[in-house]
């Protein structure tokens, strides 16, 4: 098979009039179609659309860092993904570098094999290391490598059932009307007959090169001439992507590596007059200014380009697919400007501004959140019209679920008790942040406190729930705390007037900026690599989301929980009443919750009781649809559906039942297939009860209550942010006191550390002091 391959790419490029009767079918119109060329993708998420795509390879990213030989794994990793979009319908076509490196590393082995058989023998291993070398003419060294390189691309493409073809340019070559055309038929007849095209130039033959000093006089062949071809190439084949690699994560504003460079991810025209280029790639004597000049000009011809880094081991083996999935990677360019700020000047302007709102004093930050809390009232016609908007659009599609929507609706009495919450928070607010933790003595005039402070700037993700916007806006602003939101776009009208809101009630005190509403085409993913910007993120929404938010974000941490698998569990002691409420009140409340009852465990001897037999018939007057577990399932004769798995988070008026045999293994069941989330045990025996709180290892354990008290308001928190199940920061119903962190300040006379040694004269006395004393002129900023 790849043998026939091989011989029909040959044939292809050797039958004398192919071209002709390539140019023939082009002028009569039988080519395939591309693209409605002349604009280019206007955003990222857009090049998800991209079919035609040319794929630069600088040589940074072919060649070895000692520039003699290919980099094959950077290299096989990159076929790879060429292989895969273009299995995927996609017309994939390099432009390569490496034809010199691949020479040079043969041309020397060459070399060493023509001395002297005496010598090779009679040398040691260090003499041959010193042996000197002629310099290798960089046209030699291309002649030499040319076939090499692209046997080593037609044996990587094999593997995955991908033919290639070569074809060598020189810059004439698009000089010469005739000549492009016939480039231009012999590319498209490529692509029509899905064959990868690996184009480069024919270094063989070019004028000579300028040293290059990078290479410690090594002369090399420039690679500004791939630069400006791949961007000649894509213009003239009407290519909808441009993908430059190279040894760069993309464009900075400033010199890469100096301190205040910050990663472009956007560049646009007219803005190449406020970056300055740092120093060339240490192949090649482009630069980045070549490959922004190639890009601009690709650009302008209605080509999209993304320049990234090809060389990083941890992102070079799905750089390109991820680029075309439109993540953000590298930089992109658009002719395009958004009209607003981007998502990282608006994770700027709000940890500036929530500087500003932390150093503010506490009755200030309470009459914002009160302000806000009047806004809700008096606008409330306003929002629901906004939520009326979202209601209908969202029925009208018919992509949300009836829990989804029912989160979606907002109405008086959501936003009444809204405003109340919002009301319990300003009041809590009073002594959150600067607030004193602990204070030591550690010497003489040398005293330390431990205080509350903001822990920065948060990213709070939800989708359908509006009313998260206010009640997480006011927590925010009572722990001095930058809030990044980023809410479904099923919510869009009823989230930017609550958004504006917040900010009319922050800019009494001139912190408007503090809380930024994300409305542009931002990916969750994208905004979870904002690890040097965004200090915590708070994920409200499914569970589904929440587990993509904690997988995407690798360095940022993340407050929440992934599922709410809610245990009620009913003892053999336990009041026929209250097992009733409670399950009903736990399941039918608001079964959408991740509060609510998810698996109802019952005692063995329960069953075939009139308590047994009340909790069946109030499910089924309810609604509910009952699965069996494994066990109960077991002593039916006709059972329900048997459960598919214990681990099940139903969102929806469907409940497990399962049979235990003991309390312990009640807790046994729970540890096993909980979520570690809420749990709650129905019992009228204080003993069991008490070894059921002790031994379960969930954040809220409940004992004859409940478990939709789960939850910020009812647990007088004002509001929460979230229910978070991790170990450490914050568990359970998160509200103010979760969204804090600490400092320490010392404050001394001029100690030293040298002071309190063995030739000091000073000691240590660590006593701890009233945390209610304050000192004076004590005032704490985060």
């Given amino acids: 098979m790849y043998l026939q391959k091989m011989i029909s790419c040959s044939q292809f490029l050797a039958r004398p009039n192919a071209m002709q009767t390539f140019v023939r079918a082009a002028s009569q119109g039988k080519m395939p179609l591309a693209r409605a060329h002349g604009k280019s993708f206007a955003h990222r998420s857009e090049l998800r659309q991209a079919k035609r795509i040319v794929v630069k390879l600088g040589s940074a990213v072919v060649t070895r860092g000692d520039e003699c030989g290919l980099a094959l794994g950077r290299l096989a990793s990159i076929v790879e993904q060429v292989a895969v979009l273009q299995n995927q319908g996609r017309e994939m076509m390099i432009v390569t570098s490496g034809a010199v490196a691949f020479g040079k590393q043969r041309l020397r082995h060459e070399i060493l094999l023509s001395q002297s058989v005496r010598q090779a023998l009679h040398s040691g291993q260090n003499q041959l290391k010193d042996m000197s070398l002629p310099v290798l003419e960089a046209r030699a060294c291309a002649a030499a490598g040319q076939s090499g390189l692209m046997a080593l691309y037609e044996a990587m493409f094999t593997q995955y059932s991908t033919c290639t073809a070569q074809i060598l340019v020189t810059n004439l070559d698009f000089h010469d009307d005739q000549k492009r055309r016939n480039l231009n038929s012999t590319l498209h007849e490529l692509l029509r007959m899905n064959i990868v095209p690996i184009i480069n130039t024919n270094d063989a033959v070019v004028p000579p090169p300028e040293p290059n000093s990078d290479l410690q006089g090594v002369n090399v062949i420039s690679i500004k001439d791939n630069d400006s071809l791949a961007a000649r190439l894509a213009v003239e084949m009407r290519a909808d992507l441009l993908i430059a690699l190279s040894d760069v994560e993309g464009l900075y504003d400033s010199p890469p590596g100096s301190d205040d460079a910050k990663l472009l991810d956007t560049f646009y025209p007219g803005d190449q007059h406020s970056i300055t280029y740092g120093t060339k790639s240490r192949v090649g004597i482009g630069g980045m200014e070549a490959k922004v000049k190639a890009a601009l000009w690709a650009l302008q011809g209605g080509t999209s380009v993304v320049i990234a880094n090809g060389t990083h081991p941890k992102v070079t083996g799905h750089v390109i697919t991820d680029i075309v999935e439109g993540k953000k990677v590298g930089t992109f360019f658009s002719e395009v400007k958004p009209a607003g700020p981007t998502v990282e000047q608006q994770t700027e302007m709000a940890r500036s501004a929530g500087r500003t709102l932390a150093s503010l004093e506490p009755e200030q930050r309470s009459d914002i959140i009160c302000i806000l809390a009047d806004l809700l009232t008096e606008r409330k016609d306003e929002i629901l019209s906004a939520n009326k908007n979202d209601m209908e659009h969202a029925v009208s599609t018919g992509r949300l679920s009836p829990a989804m929507l029912k989160r979606l609706s907002l109405s008086s009495s959501k936003l009444n008790s809204l405003s109340i919450g919002l009301r319990l928070i ?130 940022i941490p993340v407050l929440g929980h992934s599922e709410g698998i809610c245990h009620v569990y009913v003892d053999h002691e336990a009041s026929v009443d209250k097992a009733i409420k409670i399950i009903r009140d736990s399941k039918c409340d608001y079964p959408a919750a991740c509060n609510a009852m998810e698996t109802l465990l019952v005692h063995r001897d329960l069953l075939r009781t009139p ?70 045990i129905v019992t009228e025996n204080e003993d069991t009860a008490e070894q059921f709180l002790q031994q379960l290892d969930s954040a809220c354990v409940f004992w004859n209550a409940s478990s939709r008290f789960a939850d910020g308001y009812r647990f007088g928190l004002g509001a929460e942010v979230g229910i978070s199940t991790a170990r450490i920061h914050a568990r359970g119903p998160v509200g103010l006191e979760g969204l804090l962190t600490t400092k320490w300040v010392l404050r001394g006379e001029g100690q030293t550390a040298a002071d309190f040694s063995e030739q000091g004269s000073m000691t240590y006395l660590h006593e701890n002091l009233p945390v209610a004393q304050v000192l004076p002129g004590h005032r704490t900023t985060s």
């Fill in 426 to 555: 300003a009041v809590s607010s009073q002594d959150s942040v600067g607030r004193v933790l602990r204070r030591t003595r550690v010497a003489n005039k040398l005293e330390l406190e431990q205080i509350t402070v903001p822990i920065g700037v948060l990213l709070v993700i939800f989708e359908s729930r509006p009313d998260c916007l206010p009640q997480v806006s006011a927590l925010a602003i009572a722990s001095g705390n930058a809030l990044l939101l980023k809410g479904g776009k099923e919510a869009a009208n009823t989230n930017r007037i609550l958004h504006e809101l917040a900010q009319e009630a922050l800019s009494i005190h001139g912190d408007k900026d503090a809380i930024q509403l994300v409305s542009t085409r931002e990916e969750v993913e994208d905004l979870c690599r904002l690890e040097k910007m965004i200090d915590l993120i708070i994920p409200r929404g499914s569970s589904q989301l929440v587990r993509d938010i904690q997988r995407a974000a690798k360095s």
């Fill in 611 to 680: 308590l047994f037999d009340q909790i069946i018939d109030m499910l089924r007057t309810e609604h509910v649809k009952v699965h069996a577990g494994p066990k109960f399932a077991s002593y039916l004769t006709f059972s329900p559906s048997e459960v598919k798995s214990l681990r099940t988070e139903y969102g929806d008026l469907e409940c497990c039942i399962e049979v235990v045999d003991s309390m312990q293994e009640a807790v046994d069941h729970i540890h096993k297939y909980g979520s570690s989330h809420t749990d709650v």
